[in-house]
């Protein structure tokens, strides 16, 4: 059986840094999507990824393993997100920022789906909030519990449920205007 996530982070900080290749394995691909969710771009994506596993080789020291690995990476996964968008802030508005690429390749899970609601779903994420989406993405797409949503930003379960509602709120009327055509 495979250690779990926790076992060979707990191995990380007790000096088997090349066991950190198997937490990468694990991980690259969902931590990639979560930053591209976010960012809308591929390269920031893929370079936040890097960050965020030269943070946990710096702060192995200071890993607990109180709670789920993923808990604790999705928090330095935050922090290097907010880095990035600090040195974003002078290049470009926010707004802009998340702008939808127009040649972006479709993702597996968007193949599933008809190629119009799937763009109306994306232009609608990308008119949310960076906050609003994050939380999303921790919510729905990460598989995180609220409990550990929770624990990661540091507020109650009810602030989170609240806060994923308003977002899921937003979102339902931002998409429900850009079906009926009422934005560009």
Known sequence: MAPSDNEVMEAVRDGKVEKLAILFE????????FFLRLTGNRSASEDLVQDVFIRILKYRAGYQGQSRFAVWMFQIA???HIDHLRKQKGDLPLDEQFAEPSSREPRPEERLEAEQDV?????ALDRLSWKKR????????QDLKLREIADLL??????VKAQVHRALKEL???YLELQEGRTS
């Open 26 to 33: 694990r991980h690259q691909v969902m931590l990639y999507n």
């Open 78 to 80: 935050r922090n290097a």
């Open 119 to 123: 763009a109306l779903i994306r232009r």
């Open 134 to 141: 994050e939380i999303l993405m921790l919510s729905r797409f």
């Open 154 to 159: 540091g507020c109650q379960v009810g602030t």
């Open 172 to 174: 339902s009327r931002i």
